[in-house]
């Protein structure tokens, strides 16, 4: 008999859920697959027809975030203006949880360098010169200050409003943080 994709679909969610779940309080490591279907309510044979193993799943996890990215910036549905900082806000909301894991203590520099690879100076709409040789420094701060200061704000609770979030952002790439100096 045939399983429904609706089926299908929701058994891989769960996975992927838990996974993102044990994956933000412990390193990879320390996660099982017994452990992952426990909590998911599934047996680990069910857990084999969707994943070869534990890396497996962050691949797919990985290559999921990355492929969302990619459409987002394609379509720029984010915002009109995608130098904003509003465009990088915009990629963590859909994909927030599996953000968090993947990007969150435990998380794996690679996947930090993937994502960076993903956005480039074209798709922020930046005037940064092309062919200097100090691009590659003003992408890196960009993207990784952006990246952080938004997990910083998820971490805390999305703790300030969303568009005094931007405002902070945006000033602190304009002025430095001398401006905010008492």
Known sequence: MKKQPETTEKTRQAFINIFCELYTQKPIEKISIQEISNKSGYNRSTFYQ??????????????????YIQKILQSKKCTTKPSDVQS??????????????LLGDYGNIRFLERLKKEISSDE??????????????????HISTSISLIRLWR???KDLPLE?????????YNTGITSYSL
């Open 155 to 157: 971490h805390r609770q």
């Open 88 to 101: 990088i806000v915009c990629l963590f909301e859909e994909k927030g949880k599996y953000l968090e894991a």
């Open 164 to 172: 005094e979030l931007f405002n902070l952002i945006q000033n602190l």
């Open 50 to 67: 969707y994943f070869s193993d534990i890396y497996e799943l962050l691949a797919y996890i990985e290559d999921d975030v990355l492929n």
């Open 124 to 141: 922020l709409n930046l005037s940064f010169e092309k062919d200097t040789p100090i691009l590659p420094y003003l992408m890196e701060f």
